[in-house]
């Protein structure tokens, strides 16, 4: 097997640094934010397609352009580059999400993939109206995508859960390919979800050995379902020609963070219900001091950035060494960021890359 590189859309907003919108507001030098606008990312998509990602993954939140929507406007833009679309399954009728899959998929030439965020922050839940607890959402997803692939299916499907009742769940065609679910979860309550649905388990970029124990979990809990998905890591990425150039903007990031600022979102990220929230904080524990986590791993992005929190550091060999390691644990699907994502998804596809095509991890053609 060999490593499928994907990127990130940064329907938030992008920059120069991890919180470059809220540095500019200050009037900070330097700082200038770039609007989600569609011409922008559109810049950023065909820039991952013509380096070689084989996606990008565009997240979900009212924090950032909804993901369905934007990816759509963006098909004419490529041609190749398939679009991971990050959506909350509780505030979406299954079979509404199927249609939708469906249509995407007849339009796009099949270059649809699922993102599954069963939630985590329960400030945005609530904007939602979603009072569900964490345990029930799991089980809440457990149902919706039971109901999702079944309307996929070539009959009409009745299910009766806890969450959900539908009649004749269907879709106008199905759709080809179907799209693969990708789905996160480090809780007790997702892992059997997983292991049940996903086609790739996706996990944030943890040191290797606590990688190795959670994908094992999964890999047995799926074993013994009859299954066998695939896996995948979320990380940022700092790579340059040389490690002291790398750890140099790795040291700039961090020199442009407030300590004011780190400790308002920490605080905001321990109220967390996301047990791997709560994993990516206890890597760092807040502190400005100790964020190299393991050969390469740096985690100076989780102290203000929710969600994916650490980034591989190092020159192009270093970090194509550390990508090995993971992949020799069973990683396949790597989802990799830098801030600016424009020029940094430059810096990869002309680095980084071309590394890994050379020690025969990645293929040499560009997905078609």
């Known amino acids: 097997m060999t490593v499928v590189p994907h990127w990130f859309l940064p329907t938030a907003g992008d920059g120069r640094t991890i919180v470059a919108r809220?540095?500019?507001?200050?009037?900070?030098?330097?700082?200038?934010?770039?609007?989600p606008d569609i011409d922008y990312l559109a810049q950023v998509?065909?820039?991952?397609?013509?380096?070689?990602?084989?996606?990008?993954?565009?997240?979900?939140?009212?924090?950032?352009?909804?993901?369905w929507l934007?990816?759509?406007?963006?098909?004419?833009?490529?041609?190749?580059?398939?679009?991971?679309?990050?959506?909350?399954?509780?505030?979406?009728?299954?079979t509404l999400a199927a249609q939708m899959a469906s249509t995407y998929q007849r339009i796009s030439g099949g270059r649809l993939l699922l993102n599954i965020v069963t939630g985590g922050d329960a400030v945005e839940q609530l904007r939602f109206g979603d009072r569900a607890a964490h345990d029930e959402r799991y089980a809440r997803t457990d149902e919706f995508l039971t109901v999702l692939r079944a309307a996929w299916g070539a009959e009409p499907a009745d299910f009766t859960g806890e969450h959900y009742r539908v009649e004749g769940a269907t879709t106008f065609v199905p759709p080809d390919p179907l799209p693969q679910i990708y789905f996160g979860g480090s809780s007790d309550a997702a892992l059997p979800v997983a292991a049940r649905h996903a086609d790739?388990?996706?996990?944030?970029?943890?040191?290797?050995?606590?990688?190795?124990?959670?994908?094992?979990?999964?890999?047995?809990?799926?074993?013994?379902l009859g299954r066998s998905p695939r896996f995948g890591i979320r990380l940022h990425v700092i790579t340059r020609d040389t490690a002291d150039e790398a750890w140099a903007q790795a040291r700039a990031l961090l020199d442009a963070l407030?300590?004011?600022?780190?400790?308002r979102a920490q605080a905001t990220l321990r109220s967390s219900q996301s047990v791997g929230q709560q994993r990516m904080l206890a890597l760092h524990g807040g502190s400005r001091e100790g964020l190299?986590?393991?050969?390469?791993?740096?985690?100076?992005?989780?102290?203000?950035?929710?969600?994916?929190?650490?980034?591989?550091?190092?020159?192009?060999?270093e970090v194509a060494d550390r990508?090995?390691?993971?992949?020799?644990?069973?990683?396949?699907?790597?989802?990799?960021?830098?801030?600016?994502?424009?020029e940094e998804a430059y810096r990869v596809g002309e680095g980084l890359l071309p590394e890994l095509r050379r020690r025969g991890l990645l293929d040499r053609a560009v997905r078609s």
């Open 22 to 35: 809220r540095h500019a507001d200050r009037g900070e030098a330097g700082s200038t934010p770039r609007d």
């Open 45 to 67: 998509a065909r820039a991952a397609q013509a380096q070689g990602f084989d996606g990008v993954l565009t997240p979900t939140g009212t924090y950032c352009e909804d993901a």
């Open 70 to 94: 934007t990816t759509a406007a963006l098909l004419r833009d490529t041609s190749t580059l398939r679009y991971l679309v990050a959506f909350r399954p509780g505030v979406l009728s299954p």
């Open 200 to 224: 790739v388990y996706l996990t944030w970029g943890e040191p290797p050995e606590a990688v190795a124990e959670k994908i094992g979990r999964v890999r047995k809990l799926a074993d013994d």
């Open 258 to 263: 407030d300590p004011d600022e780190i400790d």
């Open 292 to 317: 190299t986590i393991a050969p390469n791993l740096w985690a100076g992005v989780g102290l203000v950035r929710g969600g994916a929190g650490t980034a591989l550091v190092g020159s192009h060999t």
């Open 323 to 342: 990508i090995a390691e993971y992949h020799d644990l069973g990683i396949e699907e790597f989802v990799l960021s830098g801030y600016p994502h424009l």
